[in-house]
């Protein structure tokens, strides 16, 4: 079974990047802002979550070791028969997708494929450079729309009274997507496992914020991932690397990447390193790793099995457990440029 799952905001949303909140640990006038795309790690599992809840299932036992939370996690996606998830991407009513691009160092734009694609031509032809390819891309692109809430914090609450702790304030910023959906496609081994997402108000991101989820049957992403090889890319989740890539700079100026036997330019876009957030159930960080952005332009060759695994089907069967895992999870996902 291959289905689409919408997650339509109910309000504004908060995609925390790393670092506490909490005025204790941070001290006076501490911020969180939202990030401008979602993690796809964030959406996989308020999934995974919501399936086991639903289905009345535990999670595994806490692993002390990387390696064995791995596997955990692993097993965990055959008993729920969740072969795949790819995206994300963003959808609305007249059924267009948008697709995150990384200008100012973040990914916080978004943008229509076809444009990028259009402009990505005509530098294949040569006809604009790069500094050109870029700045026509910022033109087209949107910024999501940010909310913004201050509060203090509390020394105690009793009887309905709050007692406010002197000289600790914090700030939120949230982001909403201008009615937007936050789309993923999922393959699933089950035609029953994923039904009971649908029209169900579930929490996604931090703050105990709300999104109604929906199925249905559209898969633009699947149905150009099944059959793809090589092209151009934009990166919808970032593509974690378990080592430094190799990399250097063209007489064009594109950055050319090797990565054991993958091979890759990066049109536009961004390496750096990722933190792969909190293991509640362990009770520790996971990993920070380098990882090329979401929102980078890449053209690649040479791929497959890239549905179930995105651009990890790039490195064909060298692959580690940790990298088949990525890709299944959604990591590498990306969204081909008809070019």
Not at 20 to 31: F, H, M, Q, Y
Request: glycine share 8%.
């Amino acid at each position: 079974m291959k289905t689409r799952i919408l997650f339509e905001e109910l309000e504004p949303l908060m995609f925390r990047g790393p670092g506490e909140l909490d005025p204790s640990a941070r001290g006076v006038a501490t911020l969180a802002q939202s990030t401008g795309w979602p993690s796809i790690s964030t959406i996989t599992g308020t999934i995974v979550s919501e399936v086991m809840s639903m289905r009345g299932l535990h999670p595994p036992n806490a692993a002390s070791e990387w390696e064995k939370f791995v596997d955990n996690y692993m097993n965990l996606l055959d008993r729920l028969a969740i072969e795949w998830i790819r995206g994300p991407y963003l959808w609305d009513e007249s059924q267009y997708v948008r697709v995150p691009i990384l200008l100012g160092g973040k990914a916080l734009h978004y943008t229509f494929p076809e444009i990028i694609a259009k402009i990505i031509t005509e530098f294949i032809n040569k006809e604009i450079n790069i500094r050109e390819v870029i700045k026509r891309i910022t033109e087209y692109s949107e910024l999501p729309i940010s909310v913004q809430k201050i509060g203090t914090a509390l020394t105690s609450r009793d009887k309905g009274i709050k007692n406010v702790r002197e000289g600790y304030l914090y700030t939120e910023t949230f982001v909403s997507l201008k009615r937007n959906a936050i789309a993923v496609e999922v393959g699933s081994s089950s035609d029953d496992i994923l039904k009971d997402l649908n029209n169900k108000p579930v929490k996604l991101g931090g703050e105990n914020r709300f999104v109604e989820s929906k199925l249905d049957g559209e898969l633009p992403l699947a149905s150009s991932l099944e059959k793809f090889n090589e092209g151009y890319v934009v990166l919808l989740s970032p593509f974690l690397m378990l080592e430094t890539p190799e990399t250097v700079v063209n007489n064009d100026g594109i950055l050319e990447l090797r990565y054991r036997d993958m091979q890759a330019e990066i049109i536009m876009g961004r390496i750096d390193i990722k933190g792969l957030g909190f293991a509640v159930n362990e009770t520790k960080r996971k990993p920070i790793l380098p990882a090329i952005l979401e929102g980078s332009i890449l053209k690649v060759k040479n791929c497959s099995d890239t549905l179930r695994l995105g651009l990890y089907g790039c490195l064909h069967n060298n692959l580690t457990q940790e990298e088949s895992l990525f890709g299944r999870i959604g990591f590498g996902s990306f969204y081909v440029l008809r070019v």
